[in-house]
């Protein structure tokens, strides 16, 4: 490879040269994760993509995300007469699916830059070493932003123990869960043969929607279900 094909780049230790293939495919990788990669493979251009096509592209990837929302609008709809019952649950239900989302996305951002880098590798031993390090991780967060809206939730909505109980639990286990989806799922997509990058952003919040719902509608079922009644 000669050096027109190649460009600078700085480290901690200096100037060296690095292929100029290998850092768009990074960069690719990275800006994919917005959720604007068409099927073909080829990323969309503001500039010199037509209409149409990008209107096909971003379409698609609304329609996918419509179904996972008609997925969990159904969830909720079913629980209506638990929602209608202790109406104070409906209060919390965004703040908690979202931090779901949140976390996988913080996450899936790592490890999708990380296996474009190729610091980490599709391999038992490198999953291994990510859900270790990140379930860890994940229970010091989860813990933090589940008091967090615990007592948030106590000064500003006063709800009853119960409720504060089915807020914090949820939120703990939404937030939990979320890393570790956002952590497992780029290295299946790169064990399908499928680019990690493609799994978007709007994607994996949609998917921990789809969780977070169940899940606290689930706590919600398990702790109230004596005091609805």
Not at 73 to 88: H, K, N, P
Not at 141 to 147: G, H, N, Q, S
Not at 161 to 176: E, K, P, R, Y
Not at 210 to 217: A, D, K, S
């Amino acid at each position: 490879m000669n050096q027109a094909s190649k460009i600078y780049m700085t480290d901690a230790q200096g100037m060296r040269w690095v292929n100029a293939d290998y850092v768009k495919e990074v960069a690719d990788d990275i800006s994919d994760f917005g959720g604007n990669h068409a099927i073909d493979g080829n990323d969309l251009d503001m500039k010199r993509d037509s209409i149409w096509r990008i209107f096909r592209v971003r379409a698609m990837w609304l329609l996918i995300l419509t179904a996972f929302g008609i997925l969990t609008s159904s969830i909720i709809a079913g629980q209506t007469e638990l929602l209608d019952q202790a109406i104070i649950l409906a209060a919390f239900l965004p703040a908690i699916v979202d931090m779901g989302g949140n976390s996988a996305s913080q996450v899936a951002t790592l490890v999708i830059r990380s296996i474009a880098l190729q610091d980490l590798k599709v391999r038992a031993k490198d999953v291994f070493l990510v859900l270790k390090k990140e379930i860890v991780i994940a229970c010091m967060l989860a813990a933090v932003v589940a008091v967090a809206e615990v007592v948030m939730a106590h000064f500003t909505k006063s709800p009853g123990g119960d409720i504060l109980l089915v807020v914090g639990v949820s939120m703990f286990a939404c937030t939990l869960t979320g890393s570790i989806i956002g952590a497992v799922l780029p290295f299946a997509a790169k064990k399908f043969g499928a680019d990690p990058a493609t799994l978007s952003s709007p994607m994996l919040t949609s998917i921990c929607d789809f969780v977070g719902v169940l899940i606290y509608l689930g706590f919600a079922m398990v702790i109230l279900g004596g005091n609805l009644v």
